[in-house]
């Protein structure tokens, strides 16, 4: 069974830090770009930013350029999403999906849970 554990949100106050940890099993996790998204309440998904299989290029929102890093290690099949000057903005729940392609596009096969992440001001 494939799964997608996110974990690592929380409550932190405006120009904090949070990392966001992705854990997946029950796949080949190596051959799987992983995406980060988010929906803030009464919005829809916006994608974060992806991590390819293949090179481990990566890709980021404009909302998330310069603040927000993601990287991966394969060994523990554990991508993460380190999150630095968080603005009141960032709050939403943050779901990390996989893509079983090497390099990140529009559309994942399988979802995480998500966890909730709120920047107070």
């Known amino acids: 069974e494939v799964q997608l554990q996110a974990s690592g949100g929380g409550l932190v106050q405006a120009g904090g830090s949070l990392r966001l940890s992705c854990v997946g099993s029950?796949?080949?996790?190596?051959?799987?770009?992983i995406g980060w998204f988010r929906q803030a309440p009464g919005q829809g998904h916006e994608g974060v930013s992806c991590?390819?299989?293949?090179?481990?290029?990566?890709n980021y929102a404009d909302s998330a350029k310069g603040r927000f890093t993601i990287s991966r290690d394969n060994a523990k099949n554990t991508v993460y999403l380190q999150m630095d000057s968080l603005k009141p903005e960032d709050t939403a729940v943050y779901y990390c999906?996989?893509?079983?392609?090497?390099?990140?596009?529009?559309?994942?096969?399988?979802w995480g849970q998500g966890t909730l992440v709120t920047v107070s001001s």
């Open positions: 029950g796949f080949t996790f190596d051959d799987y770009a």
């Open positions: 991590i390819s299989s293949s090179d481990g290029s990566t």
């Open positions: 999906a996989a893509r079983s392609w090497p390099l990140c596009g529009s559309t994942y096969e399988y």
